[in-house]
């Protein structure tokens, strides 16, 4: 649960401080504590400390184990278009479970993709469109963001952000998470289960704090409200998931 709860916390390092980087910042240090409810069997909420960073230059970004390259819309505040190479934020330890006996560890998956922002007056927009590369699963995910800043200082000391996520994983990506093989039934109380392609909704809320020139306190949660698909899985005994990051960085 330590190695998901970690590299969790890369993932929403990377959301929060590019929220806050301004235009002549390249890098982004610090530290930062993640809080995580998972939804399978026997495994509870867990917290942990780890190093965090961000690089971000005109057309390469580098946000924890996610690297985007800028095709077009090199400017903030136009639309642009990016490739991507992710790491999914989808794990199972199960052998860390003493009530998923007989199954298997599910690993993380790397993700290339592509993905396309547009900000609008109200808040940018985006999609994003990626494929299994590690050999995990072969299968894709797919969502569609909407982000905006509800609160702000003039001076951008602080702000407040808000987010709603509609998120799409095909049946290959979600019976790798959420199935039970023949295999596994075999060998486990659980009976076999074919998951199938899925559509869920998540909300987000996060900000950051500036202090002295150069330091600043970011926080981001999300709520992720699981899909039928997953729920039914007797591997999850939770319909949803909250995610919780707080960090203190350094801009140089």
């Known amino acids: 649960m330590g190695v998901f709860i970690m590299k969790k916390a890369w993932l929403y390092a990377g959301v929060i401080i590019t929220i806050s980087l301004p235009v002549y910042a390249q890098w982004s240090a610090g530290v930062a504590g993640i809080g995580s409810i998972g939804p399978y069997k026997g495994l509870s909420s867990e917290s942990i400390v780890v190093p965090i960073a961000a690089y971000e230059g005109e057309r390469l970004i580098w946000r ?4 985007q390259y800028k095709v077009s819309g090199l400017n903030r505040g136009e639309p642009s278009l990016s490739l991507s190479l992710d790491l ?17 560890n599910r690993d993380f998956s790397v993700l290339a993709g592509a993905r396309y922002s547009y900000p609008t007056r109200h808040g940018e927009f985006s999609v994003v469109l990626q494929t299994d590369v590690s050999g995990k699963h072969q299968g ?23 987010g709603a996520q509609i998120e799409y994983l095909s049946d290959k990506y979600t019976d790798y998470y959420f199935g039970v093989s023949s295999t596994e039934a075999a060998l486990s109380a659980f009976s076999e289960y074919k998951a199938d392609a899925l ?9 950051f704090y500036r202090f002295y020139d150069d330091w600043q306190v970011v926080v981001q949660t999300r709520y992720l409200n699981l899909a039928d698909e997953v729920t039914n899985s007797p591997l999850v005994e939770d319909d949803f998931t909250v995610d919780g990051f707080i960090g203190v960085t350094y801009q140089f």
């Open 64 to 67: 924890g184990p996610s690297i």
């Open 88 to 104: 999914a934020p989808n794990e199972l330890e199960a052998d860390e479970s003493s009530e998923l006996s007989g199954i298997e």
């Open 140 to 162: 894709q995910r797919g969502a569609l963001n909407f982000d905006r800043v509800v609160l702000q200082d003039p001076n951008r000391q602080w702000m407040v952000t808000a």
């Open 199 to 207: 559509w869920q909704a998540g909300l987000t809320l996060g900000g």
